[in-house]
C-alpha cells in the first residue's frame, strides 16, 4: 500500500489525544459513606471495573476514528498493475479528435458523443489536485490553460466538429509543448480518443515520447466504411459560354471494398438542376462523370454537385462558384502600315471580348496593367518604356502575343524576346510562291483538346499554305509547325505569362493562315488562356485564403476596409490582410464561433458594408472522406517498439474506465477509510449511549 498524499500521516499524532485524555482523567470523585458498607464495597467494585471497560472502549473508537480520517486524507492505494501509473506531479493531457469523420455513428451516437462520454468518466478517476488539460483539432488559446476535473467537463460541453483535422505527429508535438509551460520536470501523461483515421494520421513512426512521459491510445472506431466523394472538378472548355452548350467533368472516387454501381449525380445551378449522369464507381477507385449544360445569365453563379450516399452524408455535395462569360480584356497594338483587319473581325464583334485598337506610337503603356492579352502587330522595333511595360506585363501573369513586321529589326527583336528565353531569331529569305502547307496539329494536346471534338479528331483537316519570315529557335510548346519541323506557332511560359510568337505577318501575301478555318478557335483560345482562373471553390484544409478583388477604393488615412464573411443567417468576422487587390483571409476555429454556429460546406458571401463583393465556395478536406482507420492491433503492432506508449480496445467496451483505473491508478483505497472512520465513529457513540 502507498499513500498520494503521505505528509498528511503526520496527523496520526493526533490519536494519542484520546489517550492522554483518558489516562489523565481530571474528573474529582467525592466520597459518599452509607451504613451498610460490606455492600456498597462490592457495588463499587463492580460499577468502577464496568466504567473502566466502557471508557477504553471509548478511547480506542476515538483513536480508530481519528487514524481511519487521516489515513483517508493521505489517500492510500494499491499500485497499479503495470507498475507504473499516473504521475500526480504530471500533466494528464486529453485529446479529443473533433475532425469530421468522427461524426460516424455507433449505436446511433457518434464518435465524437462516445469520445466525450468516456472522458467525462474517465475524469472523475483523477485524483484531487491533479494538473489537467484538454486539447482539440482546433489549436485554439483555450486550451494552454490548466484546469481541475470540472473545468475540463465544463469544456467538453463546448466541442463542436471542425473542419482542420491534425497529424497525431502535431498534436503529440503541441501537448508536448503545453506541457512544457507547466511542468519542466516530465512524467506528464497524454491520453488520445480518435478514430485513428489512416488519411490524417500521418506517419505514427514519428511519435516520440520523452522516458518519463507515457502516451495512452483510446480507439473510438468501427470498420472502415465505404464513401464515395468528389475528387474535382473542371470545365472542358475555357470558359463557361452564355446560351451555348458547356461541358463539365467531375471526377468521384469509392473508398469501399465493393464497386458502387448506376449512382445518381446531379448537377445543379443556382439551385435548379441542369444536368445529370450515371456514375459506376470500381471499388478503391475513381471514374469521371461529364455533365453538358446550358445557362443563361452572366456573372457569377453558384453550382453543385450532388449524390446520396449514406452513411457518410457531409461530403455528398461538392460546392463550386462558376464566372459565366468573363469579359477577357484585348489589347491590340498596331505597327505603322498595318492593316490589321483580321484581328478586330475575331475580338470586336463577340461580347465575350472587351477590343481595343491603338497604334502602338500613340499608346499609354499605363494600359498594360488593365488587360488580360496584348497583341504586337507588324512593329519593326520594340524599345524604351513600352519594352520595359512588357516585360513587367508578362511576369505579372500576362498573355503577349508578337506578330512580326514584314521587314523586323532582328537585333530588337533578339533583345527583346531573349529575355523569355526565345533565342537565336533570324531573317528567313524566301519569296511567296515557297509558301508550303502547315503541318497538323497534335490534336490531343491540351491546347487543341476541345477545338476538335470527337467527331473530328481522326478526320484530316485543310491545313493553310503558309511562308514564314523569321526562324527562331523554338522554346516551349509548338502549336503550329511546318512539315520540316520548323516552327510557325509557338508558346513559351514565363513566370506566370505566356508569350506566343508567330512566324509571319497575317497579310494574304505571306499564307492563308488568317484565312483558315483554324485561325478564329487558335485566337479564341489563345484570349481564353489569358484570362488568370479563378478558383471555383476552396478547401477547409487551407486555414488561410488568398481572395483577388476587384479595385478596393479606400480614402488616404482612412480605416481599413473590414469584410464579413455570410452564410445564410450565419455571419463574423475573419482575420483579414488587404495588399491592393489581394485580400488574405484567415478562417476561425470551431470554438472561436459563437454558439449554434458551425463552419459547414457550402457558399459564402464576402461583404464590404454590406454589399457582396464575392461568393466564395468551401469543401471539406478530401482526407476527411477516406473512412479508413487503424484497427487495435494494427495500432498495436506499429508501437510495439514504444514501450511508453499503450493502445487500449476499444471506447465501446463498458470495463473501459475501470480497467484503465485499475493499470494507472492502481485501486485507492481513501473511500474506505471514510466509512471505517464513520463506523468508528457510530461505534462510540452507541458505547456512550447503550453501555450503562
Known sequence: MQFLYPFFLWGLLAAAIPLIIHLF???RTKKVYFTNVAFLRAVNTTTSSFRRLKHLLIMAARMAFIIALVLAFAQPFFPSK?????????????????????????DKKTYLDKAINKVEELLLSFPQGSQLQLITNDFSADEHAVGNTQQIKERTTSIKFTHSPRTLEQVLNRQKNLASKHNSQGGNQYIWFSDFQKSTAGNLSKLTLDSTD????????????????????????PFVREMQVNQLSVKLFNTGETAVENLPVKLLIDGVQV???????????????????????KGFKKANISFDDTPITFDNDYFFVLNVAPKIKVLHLSGQNTAGKYLPAVFANDSVFAYRNYAASNVDVGLFKTVDFIILEGLSIIEGSMKLALNDFVKSGGSLMLIPNQDPDLKSYNDFLGVFNIRNIQEKKSITSEVTPLAEPVKSSSFFVDIFDNSTQKEMIQMPNQNAIITWQAVGEKLLNFRNNQPFLTVSTVANGRVYLLGAPLDVQFG???????FVPIMYKIAAQSVAQEQTAFSFESNTISVVLDEVKTVENARQPIFTLRRNKMEFIPLQHLVGNVLTIELPKANQLNENQLLESGYYELL???????????????KESMMDFYSVSELKNLLSAKKNIQVFDKVDDTDFVSTFKEQNFGVALWKYFIIAALLFLALEIFIIKMMK
Open 25 to 27: 482523567n481530571f474528573r
Open 82 to 106: 503495470t507498475g507504473v501509473g499516473i504521475k500526480i506531479g504530471g500533466i494528464s493531457s486529453l485529446y479529443i479528435d473533433n475532425s469530421l469523420s468522427m461524426q460516424n455513428e455507433l
Open 275 to 297: 444536368s445529370s449522369t450515371i456514375a459506376t464507381i470500381p471499388a478503391k477507385s475513381s471514374t469521371v462523370g461529364t455533365f453538358s449544360f446550358n445557362i443563361q445569365g
Open 608 to 622: 464590404l458594408d454590406g454589399k457582396v463583393q464575392k461568393v466564395l465556395a468551401f469543401n471539406h478536406d478530401h
Open 512 to 518: 492563308e493562315f488568317a484565312r483558315n478555318a483554324l
Open 214 to 237: 507515457r502516451l495512452f491510445l483510446v480507439p473510438v472506431q468501427s470498420k472502415a466504411i465505404q464513401n464515395v466523394f468528389v475528387d474535382s472538378v473542371w470545365l472542358n472548355t
